[in-house]
């Protein structure tokens, strides 16, 4: 079964977050896809992740660039997984029916849209209902992260 976990983001915006999830990820040496709603959300960030930190160098792409099949870190607003990765990081309230493929399901949710925490509610149930082993992670007053449930 995938192992989901589930980030509550409510002291920090995804900007902040996802690059620090995407750093510990990538040292776990397996391929990431990064899930977004649309294509300017996509160009958005991937341009954010060249430019978040000098001293830090997260390999990615996405459509735009190709070459995915050499992309450790894929972008993408469709439910393809070019570069057969294993874990998936999901934001922006995109689902995914097949998670089968993956070891790691990362669900990032907006502390401040009650839509997107209703449904991730929903989500949880379906995944604990069909086994998974689902996690929810919270930030504590100093921007770390603590294991809740």
């Known amino acids: 079964m995938t192992e989901i976990r589930f980030y509550h983001l409510q002291k920090q915006s995804?900007?902040?977050?996802l690059p620090a999830i995407l750093q510990k990820a990538f040292q776990m040496k397996k391929n990431i896809v990064v899930r977004?709603?649309?294509?300017?959300?996509?160009?958005?960030?991937?341009?954010?992740?060249?430019?978040?930190?000098?001293?830090?160098?997260?390999?990615?792409?996405?459509v735009k660039d190709g070459y995915a099949e050499h992309q450790p870190i894929w972008l993408s607003s469709s439910s393809d997984n070019p570069n057969e990765a294993k874990i998936l990081i999901l934001?922006?309230?995109?689902?995914?029916?097949?998670?089968a493929n993956y070891d790691l399901c990362c669900e990032m949710l907006d502390g401040q849209n009650e839509t997107s925490i209703s449904e991730a509610r929903k989500r949880w149930k379906t995944y604990q209902d069909a086994g998974h082993d689902v996690t929810y992670w919270h930030q504590n007053e100093n921007g770390s992260w603590a294991k809740k449930a």
């Open 14 to 17: 995804l900007d902040e977050v």
């Open 36 to 62: 977004m709603a649309n294509d300017n959300e996509i160009e958005r960030m991937n341009k954010h992740l060249w430019a978040f930190k000098p001293d830090v160098f997260l390999p990615h792409g996405s």
């Open 91 to 99: 934001t922006q309230g995109m689902a995914e029916e097949n998670l």
